[in-house]
């Protein structure tokens, strides 16, 4: 990881925590990753697409939409696709249930597409499922925030492949120009 994509992770790490680290609601928790997802969502397709912020500005797209056209450029995995599609599903609910709580099924119906992460993920938050819905929220916002790194700067991710294949290259044909130089 080179510096420029250090500073970036660390920036959209900043943004996240200012939106969505201190609240400690687990309704406003999923409210505000929604959101967040949502703005990074936007600004994937304002990159990806040829005329994306006509889209944005002028579409009037849902969330369900966005997502349907981010999967279709298959920039994202599949099972980030399906977790978003289901942190919006339980979305809904927060905004049209006076009383809606979040619960261990609920949150497991947003991570279990992320597999062995999540089963990771469960072991490592004890049977608290506050701290389990954390750590998924971060870890689907984190995947998509990266996406929008990567397709926002893909000069520093050309560059970054170029520097390790370089290494690649170094390492494979060292030993060739040693065995070619002493026969």
């Not at 040829?50 to 298959?74: A, C, F, W």
């Not at 599949?78 to 619960?103: F, G, M, P, V, Y």
Request: proline share 3%; aromatic share 4%; charged share 30%.
């Amino acid at each position: 990881m080179d510096e420029f994509e250090k500073i970036a992770k660390q920036k959209e790490f900043e943004r996240f925590e200012k939106v969505i680290g201190a609240e400690s609601d687990p309704t406003m928790r999923v409210l505000r990753a929604h959101l967040f997802s949502e703005n990074l969502l936007e600004r994937l397709l304002i990159v990806k697409l040829p005329r994306g912020d006509k889209i944005i500005e002028n579409g009037n797209l849902t969330y369900h939409q966005k997502l349907v056209l981010i999967e279709s450029l298959d920039f994202i995995p599949d099972s980030i696709i399906s977790a978003l599609r289901n942190l919006n599903k339980l979305r809904n609910l927060c905004a049209h249930e006076l009383n809606k709580t979040i619960t261990e099924s609920d949150i497991t119906k947003i991570g279990s597409p992320l597999g062995k992460s999540f089963t990771s993920m469960k072991r490592s938050a004890k049977f608290d499922d506050a701290v389990l819905l954390g750590k998924v929220i971060a870890s689907i916002c984190g995947h998509l925030a990266g996406a929008c790194n990567r397709a926002e700067h893909p000069e520093a991710v050309a560059s970054e492949k170029s520097t390790e294949t370089k290494r690649i290259t170094k390492r494979s044909i060292g030993p060739a120009r040693k065995a070619a130089q002493s026969a």
